[in-house]
């Protein structure tokens, strides 16, 4: 199993800036994807950005040019820098990774946006 943890969530002004992380632990053999999601109140749980093993990237529109997704695959880590907040990337977010066994979610960090 693996297991993984968030970090980095907190309250922020809108136009300020935070760093996400996710630890994994446990039974690793090298991750295909690594990822972020989030959830707002009442929606649906939405990709925000993923990177491959071989690091090509994939964000959603809404985060584009705003949020960098990064891994180092030596300590078995995911990064999402997130510039520019707006009140509308308040969310839960969730951890994200994949092996040849299938998809392991974290517990979710809060990020808020607001003054």
């Known amino acids: 199993q693996v297991q993984l943890v968030e970090s980095g969530g907190d309250l922020v002004q809108p136009g300020g800036s935070l760093r996400l992380s996710c630890a994994a632990s446990g039974s690793i053999f090298g991750f295909n994807f690594m990822g972020w999601y989030r959830q707002a109140p009442g929606k649906e749980r939405e990709l925000v950005a993923r990177?491959?093993?071989?690091?090509?990237?994939t964000y959603a529109d809404s985060v584009k040019g705003r949020f960098t997704i990064s891994r180092d695959n030596a300590k078995n880590t995911v990064y999402l820098q997130m510039n520019n907040l707006k009140s509308e990337d308040t969310s839960v977010y969730y951890c994200?990774?994949?092996?040849?066994?299938?998809?392991?979610w974290g517990k979710g960090t809060l990020v808020t946006v607001s003054s």
């Open positions: 990177i491959t093993s071989g690091g090509k990237t």
């Open positions: 994200w990774v994949t092996d040849y066994r299938g998809g392991y």
